[in-house]
């Protein structure tokens, strides 16, 4: 296996790794503290625009609540495939594959148009 394969597997897994430690700490503090505030606040439903949703939740985080933890868990984990794309794009750029760099941001002008037009129907 040649050293380009070998960073591209050792970077793809300690992204899967991070995100994943990431996202089960934030859930864990979520449900720590749904558990210390007596199990009686119920998590707000994000709904609105990504910013709308990454905004409420980092105010309700300053205030301590359970469900700004919870949506940051599942951020994470819904962010990790598209930093997996970005991780790749990187890394093909670095040998020069430009047929791979190319696919890797078409398909990210993909993504980020599927969330702008899912963002103007909300």
Do not use: K
Request: a positive charge; hydrophobic letters at 60%; aromatic letters at 6%.
């Amino acid at each position: 296996m040649n050293a380009l394969a070998e960073h591209r597997r050792w970077l793809t897994a300690w992204i899967l790794r991070l995100s994943i430690a990431l996202c089960l700490i934030s859930i864990v503090a979520g449900l720590a503290l749904f558990l210390i505030h007596g199990g009686t606040l119920q998590p707000a439903n994000p709904s609105g625009s990504l910013v709308d949703i990454l905004d409420g939740a980092l105010h309700r985080g300053e205030a301590l609540h359970a469900g700004a933890f919870l949506v940051a868990g599942l951020l994470v984990l819904l962010l990790t495939p598209v930093t997996r794309l970005l991780a790749g794009i990187y890394i093909s750029a670095r040998a020069r594959d430009w047929v791979y760099v190319l696919i890797g941001l078409v398909v990210v002008g993909l993504v980020i148009a599927g969330l702008l037009l899912g963002q103007a129907g909300s």
